[in-house]
């Protein structure tokens, strides 16, 4: 076998396992089911590693004289494809647990396992129409994990969440086609693809298609004004679903727009424009406005999709900035949040499972009888809020102190500020719900623990919160994970 065509694995194996998954109905035998996704998911993992390993690119087809389907790898595609096979593993075990009783087991690992080969696909893309069919694959494949219930509530959160993320593929979509009307369709390149003739002569247009496409990929992370099927998917759909839309599935908005601004068109080109402003005011207003609602939601599930809302932006922030300190702080905050918020979620999926309770002011005394569940909470609030050693700290501080020393005028202060207001919002919604749990007081209510989560259930959270702890110990490896790959591109 070529090397080049080891880059197909990691995209086909997980869709050829999916398909496999429904054909022979393996539902029909639940524990034959799970060993099979967890060995196809394991392969998976091991096949991106592969890929990213054996480098190089490979053409699988033109569907125009200047525009070819390509797959190549470098130092982003292996960081977001070997960390996105490793949660989806782990939110996958989870389930094998969570969704014992559920109906139609085989068609949510089957969706389960090709949108996790969509995924693949997109971190693999060599250039931005490759990326583009991938990106809408994700989403046709990810939304019946959102109505997998088949509840009226789930499937209106299904089209709600599909509804957003077309409109902004679409948008996108613009943007994609003025760029490769222009020369745009030729493989990414760290510093842009364009010459500085065609950005010159076509400066607005061009400036035009960049901010559709900013807005468009933010969809999927939630980015305002296009962030509303965030907090009406995540209360409906199964937990491990929610784990996997918000730390790993938001990750490929944040992808899509590192490959536009970054890989197609060249920081130089969008810094100091209207482009970068407006990017900046959306990012700064997504903060703000998320972290507040968190901090305002009762729902447990409902309250940490506005947490994602606003701890995503915090990527996006530090990307507008367009500098290398904050680009590192972007990248080092995309691994932290995705292990926390896969954690967090599964940790409500926990409480859910086992007692059945939805809303964070029932939660009075569960502590005591969940402490291994509460325990992964402690840990996982602490770094979301970015409290050393946690994970999240040190990209926080790279984002804050590149902020400081960027030199935008009003946003260097303000960003800053805003960050610091939503790790306080953040301090707020997250820390009275395991304060509570543990020291309830003499208003402790009975919660009722109708089945234990079990090894199933508890190894994953407790691996991602051990993860978080020892990322923000041991921060060299990360750190230069996060500098190599801001190296590609500055």
């Known amino acids: 076998m070529k090397s080049e065509l080891v880059l197909l694995l990691p995209i086909v194996l997980p869709v050829l396992c999916g398909c496999a998954a429904a054909i022979f109905k393996m539902e029909k035998n639940v524990r034959l089911l799970n060993l099979f996704t967890a060995a196809s998911l394991v392969l998976t993992a091991g096949a991106a590693a592969a890929a990213y390993a054996a480098g190089g690119s490979l053409t699988l087809g033109r569907i125009a004289p200047n525009v070819a389907l390509v797959l190549s790898a470098d130092g982003i595609s292996g960081f977001f494809a070997i960390l ?42 060599g250039n931005i129409i490759t990326l583009y069919l991938f990106y809408e694959m994700v989403t046709l494949s990810s939304f019946p994990l959102v109505m997998h219930d088949g509840t009226e509530e789930a499937v209106s959160a299904g089209k709600k ?29 760290g510093g842009g693809v ?16 960049e901010g559709c496409m900013i807005l468009g990929f933010g ?43 970054f890989y197609l068109f060249g920081a130089d ?29 009762k729902l447990l599930k409902k309250r940490l999709a506005w947490s994602t809302v606003s701890q995503i932006s915090y990527i996006l922030l530090g990307l507008a900035f367009l500098t290398p300190e904050c680009f590192t702080g972007a990248i080092m905050h995309v691994a932290a949040h995705a292990c926390i918020k896969n954690g967090l979620f599964l940790f409500a999926g926990g409480v859910i499972f086992s007692t059945g309770v939805t809303r964070v002011d029932e939660l009075r005394g569960a502590g005591k009888k969940l402490p291994g569940l509460f325990a992964c909470l402690v840990i996982f609030a602490a770094a979301l809020v970015g409290i050393p050693p946690a994970s999240a700290f040190l990209s926080k501080w790279y984002l804050a102190s590149g902020a400081l020393a960027s030199g935008i005028r009003v946003f260097d202060w303000l960003a800053p500020v805003i960050l610091l207001v939503s790790a306080l919002l953040t301090a707020g919604y997250l ?10 007081g003499k208003k402790e209510f009975s919660v009722t623990v109708k089945e234990k989560p079990g090894m199933l259930m508890l190894v994953p959270a407790a691996i991602l919160a051990v993860g978080c702890v020892l990322c923000g110990i041991f921060p060299d490896g990360m750190t230069a994970l996060a500098e190599s790959v801001c190296g590609l591109v500055f």
């Open 431 to 440: 820390f009275p719900p395991f304060i509570e749990a543990f020291f309830p």
């Open 219 to 261: 969809a999927k992370c939630g980015l305002f004004p296009l962030h509303g099927w965030l907090p009406t998917a995540h209360p409906a759909a199964p937990a491990p679903a929610s784990a996997a839309l918000s730390g790993t599935i938001t990750k490929l908005g944040v992808l899509a727009v590192i490959r536009s601004v």
């Open 194 to 209: 364009f010459s500085a003739k065609t950005l010159e002569d076509n400066r607005q247009l061009l400036l035009a298609a």
């Open 161 to 189: 969440y599909l509804f957003y993320s077309v409109a902004g593929a679409f948008l996108a979509l613009f943007g994609i086609a003025v760029a490769v009307s222009f020369g745009g369709g030729a493989d990414f390149a």
């Open 84 to 125: 996105e096979s490793v949660l989806m593993l782990l939110a996958a075990v989870f389930s094998f647990r969570y969704m014992k009783n559920s109906r139609h087991l085989g068609r949510f690992y089957s969706f389960w396992m090709i949108c996790l080969g969509m995924l693949l696909g997109a971190d693999f893309s």
């Open 269 to 297: 080109f969008v810094r100091g424009t209207w482009v970068q402003t407006v990017w900046l005011i959306l990012a700064c207003v997504t903060v703000f406005m998320g972290s507040m609602l968190a901090w305002r939601e």
